[in-house]
Nanobody, 125 residues
Framework: VQLQASGGGLVQAGGSLSLSCAAS????????MAWFRQVPGKEREFVAI????????LYADYAKGRFTISRDNAKNTVSLQMNSLKPEDTGIYYC???????????????????WGQGTLVTVSS
């Protein structure tokens, strides 16, 4: 799967951004999709995951209630809507794919075989 993330940028604290990831090369609906991020001084961490059908989602605690992951299998895209952004959300956001048609999802990055190039999100205070 080739993944192309977009939508990052500069936003003030409290604002919103919507990230998008376009997939190509394999059957998109055969894959669970995830967003990870790497914030300054920390290792890469998972943000949100969505199963192949969209029926199951999983969020990191810091993302619950603020971020929403969604996918459109007809358009081969996965999105991350981020609201109420905080300066500590600043970082590089990556989309990732895992070959899976299971209704369950897993959060570890070792389970994801394909990665996009990352898109930078900067939240100013």
């Amino acid at each position: 799967v080739q993944l192309q993330a977009s939508g990052g940028g500069l936003v003030q604290a409290g604002g919103s951004l919507s990230l998008s990831c376009a997939a190509s090369g394999r059957t998109f609906s055969d894959h669970a999709m995830a967003w990870f991020r790497q914030v300054p001084g920390k290792e890469r961490e998972f943000v949100a995951i969505i199963s192949w059908s969209g029926g199951t989602t999983l969020y990191a605690d810091y993302a619950k209630g603020r971020f929403t992951i969604s996918r459109d299998n007809a358009k081969n895209t996965v999105s991350l809507q981020m609201n109420s952004l905080k300066p500590e959300d600043t970082g590089i956001y990556y989309c990732a794919a895992r070959f899976s048609r299971s209704p369950t999802v897993v959060g570890g990055e070792k389970y994801y075989s394909w990665w996009g190039q990352g898109t930078l999100v900067t939240v100013s205070s």
